[in-house]
């Protein structure tokens, strides 16, 4: 390879066994042409800037120092993982991140055999990494298992069992802490690399195991002082006490941005005889575009934007989104009734949590990437008198099942969840579309599952599980802007379990939960200009039915349909048992269920996404006619006749 320092590296790399024939010094060169690299192609498609940009100068080690893809590295969450794309044989598909046939916005198995594990929930990557570096002692191979985890990520208690765990891969697991927020560590500067790369060394780790075992040797009263000496030097030197305790060996804290140290370190982990270790790497997220520097969130996720000025592409004004219809509108209520409070795990802009959080900064509460404990923690609230909203993202109430039947659904405990993300989420894809709550929520005992159809219907949702003080109660909402609807200036408290009658037909009878009401009022358009006379029903409920409403569209209509934006065993299912359980499946009746398919949806615009779940208006007229064994050129010539 050329070495004139002028001369495009990038270009020269496609996979890491070419990075690897460059010689160190251009390894400077080669991590500023990379960052420039991420800043086009995500200027061009959207998507995670600022934490991509914070370890270019890691990716770019890593995958020069370790033997990837033998040794298999983890990314945790993943949204940091485009430089690693670059690297790894899909720069010429970078611009088609996060669309519709594109690269996914994280790892992902089937993409590349440098994405060992799929990851999007945080907080996975160092039980993955232990399972890859156990599976490879036990069978002879001499892949380690690499975990590149934030400061963030490390607030779960998944990576504490994982890592309370990982002795037994001895030198075979890695873990690199990519700290970029939390100055968990004293600061970066020449003495403490310095200390890094020799208390990294190959005759550093070897006269330490030396020292332990002669400690051994020597009383216990001494063996115990000479052990509490060596931790204290190390924490006060290095601050790594806690993780010396979990059975790691220490090395950090490191500069993530200077190559000279971050190579000869790595360097040394790479061939240590002694582990696990966990590398503490000191990072700036957004670091090298000065616009994402700047700003508060280090544009942690951005719109298409101009490379330039930094500006992003903003789409016209419209209605307001979901999540701060629910944020405003748990304002208000926390405004009447002082016992509201508000939990959120790491995602307050997300939820709308931080503008409650403005209005009322002590009732309100972020755990952390902690659903499990945020869930429990609202229960104890609950079970103290005071009303908890818990915000999390249907994607991420998965993480907290347990708590959600154990802690809160067997104790009757009125905690009450705002589900965002609801449905299906566009760009994102399968790791975080919220397909599941309807089923999972709906087959406890106790619960209760809204869903609203528009952000009005929101607000008197919020307002209705405010005053529910008889158990728990859920409202799922999606991503993205309402329908434009007013807004109420009084919320409506809600009866539980009653549905509401928006079109009124005698022939066909559309059975909607959740936002896709829109489309079920479209379909019902197309249905009666054909002749077949359409209710449409607003269930509002998916637990408890309205069994009134249900029973009388059933038996008053020639064919019923439900839609909803959830998986199969939702909606769909109840209503079938519903059906069933009362004897109206017998009388011959034409019920069809309309819900996402069984498999798991990748990234596209979302009103594709609906369009090939079969959840859009034409569907929904489709299904009709197919139930009706409908023939057009029949019933024309018939009228002909």
């Given amino acids: 390879m050329s070495t004139e320092p002028n001369t495009p590296l990038l270009d020269q790399v496609r996979i890491p066994a070419d990075l690897r024939k460059l010689a160190p010094e251009q390894l400077r060169q080669f ?172 005759e550093f780790l070897g006269l330490r195991d030396l020292a332990k075992k002669f400690a051994k040797r020597l009383p216990r009263p001494i063996a115990e002082g000479l052990k509490k000496t060596d931790e204290f030097a190390r924490g006060m030197a290095m601050g790594g006490t806690l993780f010396e305790e979990l059975g790691f060996y220490y090395v950090g804290p490191i500069d993530g941005h200077n190559l000279d140290q971050l190579i000869p370190v790595l360097e040394n982990v790479r061939d240590a005889e002694e582990g696990p270790i966990l590398v503490h790497v000191v990072t700036v997220k957004g670091k090298g575009y000065a616009p994402a520097e700047a700003a508060a969130d280090k544009y942690h996720g951005v719109q298409k934007f101009d490379v330039i000025t930094g500006a992003q592409v903003k789409a016209p004004p419209g209605p307001p989104a979901y999540q701060n219809v629910f944020g405003d509108a748990l304002i208000k209520e926390a ?117 609203a159809a528009d952000e009005a219907e929101l607000v008197h949702m919020t307002h209705t599980a405010a005053l529910h003080d008889t158990g728990p109660i859920a409202v799922r909402y999606p991503r993205g802007n309402g329908t434009g609807i007013a807004l109420p200036d009084v919320p409506q408290r809600l009866e539980i379990g009653k549905g509401r009658i928006v079109r009124t037909g005698n022939k066909v009878a559309i059975l909607s939960l959740g936002t896709r009401l829109a489309e079920a009022l479209k379909a019902a358009d197309s249905l009666d200009a054909k002749g077949l006379s359409t209710t449409v029903a607003d269930l509002r409920f998916a637990k408890p039915l309205d069994e009134d409403m249900i029973r009388k569209l059933l038996t008053t209509h020639e064919v019923a349909i439900t839609i909803e934006e959830g998986s199969v065993g939702g909606l769909g299912a109840h209503v079938l048992t519903f059906a069933s359980d009362s004897g109206l499946i017998d009388a011959g009746l034409k019920l069809r269920t309309l819900r996402l398919p069984d498999r798991f949806q990748d990234q596209d615009k979302p009103e594709k996404q609906y369009a090939e779940a079969g959840l859009d208006a034409t569907a929904i007229v489709e299904s009709v006619l197919k139930a009706l064994r409908w023939n057009e050129d029949a019933v024309a010539g018939e009228a002909r006749a």
Avoid at 176 to 197: E, H, K, T
Wanted: a neutral charge; one cysteine or more.
């Fill in 31 to 202: 991590a500023d042409e990379l960052r420039q690299e991420v800043i086009a192609a995500v200027g061009v498609t959207g998507g995670h800037l600022g934490s991509g940009l914070g370890v270019v100068e890691l990716t770019t080690a890593i995958h020069y120092v370790f033997n990837t893809p033998d040794d298999r590295l983890v990314w945790d969450v993943g949204h940091q993982c485009y430089p690693h794309k670059i690297i790894t044989g899909r720069r010429d598909r970078i611009r088609t991140l996060r669309t519709g046939g594109g690269l996914s916005g994280f790892t992902k198995r089937s993409e590349s055999e440098y994405d060992p594990f799929g990851a999007a929930h945080s907080s996975t990557s160092i039980s993955a990494a232990l399972g890859f570096a156990v599976a490879n002692k036990l069978s002879g191979k001499p892949g380690k298992g690499i975990a590149v985890i934030g400061d963030g990520s490390m607030s779960a208690g998944m990576a504490y069992e994982a890592m309370n765990n990982a002795e037994q891969a001895g030198n075979r697991l890695v873990v690199i802490l990519n700290d970029n927020d939390m100055s968990i560590a004293p600061p970066v500067g020449g003495l403490s690399a310095y200390l890094s790369r020799i208390v990294s060394s190959r």
């Fill in 335 to 451: 405004q009447r009734d002082p016992t509201i409070c508000a939990i959120t795990a790491a995602m307050p802009s997300g939820t709308g949590v931080d503008r409650f959080a403005k209005a009322f900064p002590d009732r309100s509460f972020d755990v952390g990437i902690a659903e499990q404990h945020a869930v429990t923690f609202a229960a104890g609230l609950a079970a103290q008198g005071m009303r908890p909203f818990c915000a999390i993202y249907s994607t991420f109430l998965q993480r907290a099942y347990d708590q959600v039947v154990h802690d809160v659904c067997i104790q009757n405990l009125p905690v009450r969840f705002a589900i965002d993300r609801a449905g299906l989420v566009g760009a994102d894809g399968s790791t975080h579309a919220g397909s599941f709550d309807i089923t999972y929520l709906a087959t406890l005992p106790n619960m209760v599952v809204m869903a």
